[in-house]
């Protein structure tokens, strides 16, 4: 297999669950791997498209872990999308369909949260702490307000350890369209603006970011939305039967990030 995609990778941003962890289960090498990345000369973001914990939580959740992480080294879909919010609806009320870490996340970038007739937007999230009232008013306000509709990330469920699985933000929204009828605007993977952002944050070129991940519909479809390298591992979600079936194929598959640590030393 030729490595050349993927050692002339300068910056990998990498998928979490079912990449790096399950719950909190760390697979074997992870932790080395984010250490080789950077012994090798080369940078990482931790790129997720969990919603449900803001930026701040994550490094506090991977430092736990044991995982290296400075604030500059997290990019979640929560914030990609207060950002979205800001450029597009300006100003607008958005009611909010998300965690409480989801709601502080959007309200530090200036993002205006309502619950009344102003609501010009619902906005969903990953919600491990949703109700029917939540729903309720969702459905009203894209119903009755014609209020836009945006979520954080399509994913329909969240891998956790034992091969359990939870509702993830695409299965709610699933739910809030057969509804109101109204289809979201997803703005986490496979939305190649994630990259770009940091691409140009960062001035690595596309074609130098590798995106490593479980999931061949967020993780692996970013990486060629944006032109980028791919790694699907097979540590989570998808599997070769997945792969196989797929019409595009990731530039490489492995069985987990150990692997790929193992080719940046041989080649070092």
């Known amino acids: 297999m030729n490595m050349d995609k993927l050692l002339g990778t300068k910056l990998f941003l990498l998928d979490m669950d079912g990449t790096l962890y399950l719950g909190d289960e760390v697979f074997d090498g992870a932790v080395d791997f984010i250490h080789t990345i950077k012994n090798t000369g080369r940078e990482y ?3 997720t498209n ?5 930026g701040v939580d994550y490094v506090t959740r991977l430092r736990r872990l044991g995982f290296p992480c400075k604030p500059e080294n997290v990019f979640t879909s929560g914030m990609a999308t207060a950002m979205y919010l800001n450029d597009k609806f300006p100003g607008a009320t958005v009611y909010p369909v998300g965690t409480p870490a989801f709601l502080g996340e959007l309200e530090s970038y ?13 906005c969903v999230g990953f919600d491990t702490t949703l109700t029917y009232e939540k729903l309720d008013k969702a459905v009203h306000y894209l119903r009755m307000n014609k209020a836009a509709f945006i ?8 891998p956790m350890p034992a091969d359990e699985v939870l509702p993830d933000c695409g299965s709610i929204c ?15 993977k496979p939305n190649r603006n994630m990259v770009d952002i940091i691409s140009a944050k960062t001035g690595v070129p596309n074609a130098n970011i590798c995106c490593v991940g479980d999931r061949l519909y967020t993780d692996i479809a970013v990486a060629q939305n944006a032109d ?12 070769m039967d997945d792969i196989n079936a797929a019409e595009r194929k ?12 193992e080719i940046l030393k041989a080649n070092a």
Do not use: H, M, Q
Not at 151 to 158: G, I, L, S, T
Not at 174 to 188: D, E, K, N, Q, W
Not at 228 to 239: F, K
């Open 50 to 54: 969990n919603s449900s914990r803001a």
């Open 110 to 122: 200036g993002v205006k949260l309502g619950d009344d007739e102003s609501v010009s937007v619902v």
């Open 250 to 261: 990731p530039d490489y598959i492995l069985n987990n990030v150990a692997e790929i640590a």
């Open 151 to 158: 979520a954080a990330n399509p994913d329909w469920v969240c």
């Open 228 to 239: 980028a390298v791919s790694v699907c591992v097979l540590s989570g979600e998808s599997s």
């Open 45 to 47: 973001i931790y790129l």
């Open 174 to 188: 699933a739910l809030l369209t057969a509804s109101s009828g109204v289809r979201p605007t997803f703005i986490g």
